[in-house]
């Protein structure tokens, strides 16, 4: 008898945290929708600050480092996502959809975040190649 106890007991231990984990998601539909929205509008921020940057740079014609434009890319699907995901609770606000939506949106927020940390950047510009050494006497010189 102890050792079906023993057993149940580890079982009930490997299923309570999962879970757990799901109802956390319908519990905390609505904080999770809010962390979103607010992670979103510091990416939003940090996107407007980096794209000056990069305006900038380009009025004085200097050259942008490829992993700003990859960042700014991804910023930019990023924000696509997002705009599709509201769409998507708009539509769908029973209850049935409020595990998946938030699910969604918690998984979109660490993206999000992922993006944010990404994006800073020490400097915009990639660093001019130095110029080319021209002497006047390379073209006095003959192969013998």
């Known amino acids: ?13 490997c299923l309570v945290t999962p879970i757990g984990k799901e109802f956390g998601y319908l519990i ?6 809010q962390n979103l929205e607010g992670e979103i509008n510091k990416l ?3 996107r407007d600050v980096v794209q000056g940057l990069v305006n900038a740079a ?3 014609g200097e050259s942008i480092k490829p992993d700003v434009h990859s960042w ?25 959809y409020r595990w998946s939506l938030s699910r969604k ?7 999000v975040l992922q993006l944010q940390n990404e994006g ?3 400097n915009v510009v990639q660093p001019a190649p130095p110029p080319e050494i021209w002497s006047a006497f390379k073209e006095g010189f003959k192969e013998v």
């Not at 008898?1 to 231990?13: F, N, P, Q, R, V």
């Not at 990023?78 to 609770?89: L, P, R, T």
Request: charged fraction near 35%.
């Open 1 to 13: 008898m102890e050792i079906l106890i023993s057993i149940a007991s580890k079982i009930g231990e």
């Open 105 to 111: 949106a918690s998984k979109i927020t660490r993206d």
């Open 72 to 96: 700014l890319k991804n910023v930019n699907n990023m924000i696509q996502k997002v705009s599709h995901f509201e769409d998507e609770i708009n539509k769908k606000r029973r209850c049935m």
């Open 58 to 60: 380009k009025r004085n």
């Open 44 to 46: 939003f921020e940090k």
């Open 120 to 122: 800073t950047f020490e």
């Open 28 to 33: 905390n539909y609505h904080s999770n929708l």
